[in-house]
Nanobody, 115 residues
Framework: QVQLVESGGGLVQAGGSLRLSCAAS????????MGWYRQAPGKQRELVAA???????SYADSVKGRFTISRDNAKNTVYLQMNSLKPEDTAVYYC?????????WGQGTQVTVSS
């Protein structure tokens, strides 16, 4: 099992920044990649950014150039630096850890961007 605990969400004005953190514990060696997803009210959950164990990254087109995903393997933590935030970035952000057989989810953290 893998446990994920997110932190760093909150309320910010448009144009501002936030950094989300996700600390992983448990059977860490089974994790191949980690990612951040988000779900806005009335919308499906979508992938925002992902990072592999080899540090390869990928981003949704809507956040490219504004968001940066990174990981600190020594701390078993993945980060999402969010800059130039827009009201449309408002959502619950979820951390995910992907193994060969299962995807683990954090509890989610609310990000609200006011205009």
């Amino acid at each position: 099992q893998v446990q994920l605990v997110e932190s760093g969400g909150g309320l910010v004005q448009a144009g501002g920044s936030l950094r989300l953190s996700c600390a992983a514990s448990g059977i860490i060696f089974s994790i191949n990649a980690m990612g951040w997803y988000r779900q806005a009210p009335g919308k499906q959950r979508e992938l925002v950014a992902a990072i592999t164990s080899g540090q390869s990254t990928s981003y949704a087109d809507s956040v490219k150039g504004r968001f940066t995903i990174s990981r600190d393997n020594a701390k078993n933590t993945v980060y999402l630096q969010m800059n130039s935030l827009k009201p449309e970035d408002t959502a619950v952000y979820y951390c995910a850890a992907l193994s060969m057989s299962k995807t683990y989810w954090g509890q989610g953290t609310q990000v609200t961007v006011s205009s």
